[in-house]
Each structure stands twice: as C-alpha cells, then as structure tokens.
Nanobody, 116 residues
C-alpha cells in the first residue's frame, strides 16, 4: 500500500505564498495522475489541482492563476506552489490519486492557515 506524507503548510498572511510537498512510497508513483485536495472545517474535501503522468495540469476555478501543481517522479514527490493566498484557502491539504474512488490511504495532511 502506498503511503503519503504531506508537508509545508503553516500560517501565512493574505497575499503570501507556501509550497506544499507530498512524498509517496512505492516505485510506481510516476504512472499515476495525482491530485491535491483540501478540506476546510465543516466542508467536504475538494480536489483543487491535478497533474497527469505527462505533466498535464487541471485546476479548480478558485485557484486558477494562483496555484501550480508539479511533480518530480525521481523523488516520488508532488508539489503545490500556492501564491496570492486568501483566507478562503485555509484548509487541511492532502495529496492522493485524482479519483477519490481509487484513492490510496489518506495521509495526515498539512494545515494551511491564511490570516492576518
């Protein structure tokens, strides 16, 4: 079973930036389409960014132009660069396969708090 470990979250002021990382165990990471999800208090988990094995990317409208997803298959790592952060971006961020129905065991996530 693949294990996922997210890191890089923290407290940042509105307009600030953070870079999240997610390391996946296992040697076949490179073939999967991966996604970054987030879950705010009292809300359902939502998929915000996706990257295919060929580095094609898709973003939900609320983060387009501000977030960038990337991957380094040699390091089994997927990244989420978050710029121009807003208070509504506050959530726990997780990575996993882009289809929740085929998700691996969820990691602990990393908390992002955007507040002045």
């Amino acid at each position: 079973q693949v294990q996922l470990v997210e890191s890089g979250g923290g407290l940042v002021q509105p307009g600030g930036s953070l870079r999240l990382s997610c390391v996946a165990s296992g040697s076949i990471f490179s073939i999967y389409t991966m996604g970054w999800y987030r879950q705010a208090p009292g809300k359902q988990r939502e998929l915000v960014a996706t990257i295919t094995s060929g580095d094609n990317t898709i973003y939900t409208d609320s983060v387009k132009g501000r977030f960038t997803i990337s991957r380094n298959n040699a390091k089994n790592t997927v990244y989420l660069q978050m710029n121009s952060l807003k208070p509504e971006d506050t959530a726990v961020y997780y990575c996993n396969r882009n289809s929740p129905a085929m998700a691996w065991t969820w990691g602990q996530g990393t908390q992002v708090t955007v507040s002045s």
